[in-house]
């Protein structure tokens, strides 16, 4: 349950870089893990168009990094759709986030729907 806990919170950026304009500047967006346990952290940021669940999943960002147990930190980079997206967005974009976190012991998944403004 706590892991599960870490994990949606890493999926809902925060703070001025959560912003479209810095994510633009920066390519992407830096979010900080500490599981206390080791093991592989996987997010990606997709984005469906107008025609909802039937439209196809523009990937936006996405990272993988190998953890140990005191934790990193995960680099989400921009996708070339995703940057092409979040320049065309005007005030708010909404995005489905979707993570996992897999250890010697299992994985814990969770998905959170946000909104990204200008």
């Known amino acids: 349950a706590q892991l599960e806990a870490l994990l949606r919170k890493a999926l809902a950026p925060s703070g001025k870089g959560a912003k479209i304009g810095a994510l633009l500047k920066h390519g992407g967006y830096t ?47 921009l996708t070339k759709a995703g940057r092409k997206l979040l320049r065309g967005a005007s005030g708010k974009l909404k995005l489905t986030t979707a993570g ?19």
Request: aromatic content about 4%; charged content about 20%.
């Open 31 to 77: 979010v900080s893990f500490r599981p206390e346990v080791a093991g592989r952290l996987k997010i990606t940021w997709s984005h469906r168009g107008l025609g909802g669940m039937h439209a196809k999943a523009t990937v936006v960002a996405s990272g993988v990094i190998t953890l140990q147990s005191d934790g990193g930190t995960l680099t989400l980079k």
């Open 100 to 118: 996992s976190f897999t250890t010697s012991q299992g994985a814990v998944s969770a998905s959170k729907t946000i909104k990204l403004r200008r």
